[in-house]
């Protein structure tokens, strides 16, 4: 069974619209985390959350606003969607916010903005 | 510019032979260096890590090399099989809990 659960696996948006992201973990990790790839790119970090509380953003745009109603969740809210986001969103949980701490990554959002 | 660099988009390799996957890195104060494998359509998995206080680690078929000086650190599979063809991605951390991947080699076994 996947320990971390995205939903949806492929969505499709038109542009301008708004969509969430939804990211659970069942690992009983403290700290969750958003990356993106999008096409001929690396893998792109982008929140970090702790304790529910956000550690850092590397994302530009307000446009991206992850919300935390509980420890185990970590969903992204994205407005006013571009064809530039689509990409695939990777949702991350490690026990704690350190460098040494194992990574375990979902499956992944196929987004694709048309 | 790119932090974390993997130069050779593919490698080929046959099947027994090793495979070595190289990744470069930019800053000084990355201390955390890791190798994770992805296949088409599924979440990349760590593979293998070390830390910047050892140069070297190896894991069963698995060793990393870790370069400092050269800001370099590599990945050298042993007894390659088909079931290692997939995305090797490198990746980097300086105790941010923030990784800094590189842009990934597809590794490809040649029965």
């Not at chain 1, 590397?58 to 990409?87: E, G, V, Y």
């Not at chain 1, 040494?100 to 903005?113: A, D, P, Q, Y």
């Not at chain 2, 979440?43 to 000086?69: A, C, H, M, Q, Y």
């Amino acid at each position: 069974d996947p320990k971390i659960i995205q939903k949806p696996k492929y969505l499709v948006a038109v542009t301008g619209s708004e969509k969430i992201l939804i990211c659970e973990q069942y690992l009983g990790h403290n700290a969750m985390y958003w990356y993106r790839q999008s096409a001929k790119k690396p893998l792109e970090f982008m929140f970090s959350y702790s304790y529910q509380k956000l550690m850092d953003n590397q994302t530009a745009s307000s446009r991206f606003q992850p919300q935390s109603s509980k420890k185990n969740h970590l969903d992204l809210q994205i407005t006013a969607l571009k064809p530039d986001d689509s990409a695939t969103y990777f949702c991350a949980s490690s026990r704690g916010q350190f460098s040494n701490e194992r990574l375990f990554f979902g499956h992944g959002t196929k987004l694709s903005v048309l | 510019g790119q932090q974390v660099k993997q130069s050779s988009p593919s490698l080929t390799v046959q099947e027994g032979g090793i495979s070595i996957l190289n990744c470069d890195y930019e800053n000084d104060m990355f201390d955390y260096f890791a190798w994770y494998k992805k296949y088409p359509d599924n979440s990349p998995t760590l593979l293998i890590s070390v830390r910047s206080n050892v140069d070297k680690r190896e894991d069963g078929r698995l060793t990393v090399f870790l370069n400092k000086s050269g800001k370099h650190f590599s990945l050298h599979i042993t007894a390659s099989q088909p079931e290692d063809t997939a995305v090797y991605l490198c990746a980097a951390d300086y105790n941010q809990g923030k990784l800094i991947f590189g842009q990934g080699t597809k590794l490809s076994i040649k029965p």
